[in-house]
């Protein structure tokens, strides 16, 4: 098993798993942010500058799963803005500045 495969099965044991998202509103009163998971989900996160995420911006989150087999007690750990497109099928990733077209 490689340092790559240790470090993964670490994370997981940890309860720790990535996530692809994409914004589908916003609500600026209580400084929420709605995103919708590739696997359907919606889950909302607190955002200083609410106003800076639109919807269709893309971002992939860290989740816990707090020791449970059911997803609706995961929490979001912590998000990464990834970029922006206007067609689903392009993605832009501006911390690599590359584009990737699916």
């Known amino acids: 098993m490689g340092i790559l495969e240790i470090l993964l099965s670490a994370i997981l044991a940890l309860g720790l798993y990535p996530a692809a998202g994409e914004v589908v509103g916003t609500d600026v009163v209580d400084d929420l942010v709605y995103v919708e998971t590739t696997d359907g989900n919606t889950w909302d996160f607190e955002?200083?500058?609410?106003?800076?995420?639109?919807?269709?911006?893309k971002c992939a989150l860290i989740f816990f799963d707090n020791g449970t087999e059911e997803i609706e007690d995961d929490m979001i750990v912590t998000v990464r803005y990834i970029g922006f497109s206007e067609?689903?099928?392009?993605?832009?990733?501006?911390?690599?500045?590359?584009?990737?077209?699916?």
Do not use: C
């Open 87 to 102: 067609r689903g099928e392009d993605f832009y990733d501006n911390t690599a500045n590359s584009r990737y077209t699916a």
């Open 47 to 57: 955002a200083d500058g609410v106003e800076d995420w639109e919807i269709g911006d």
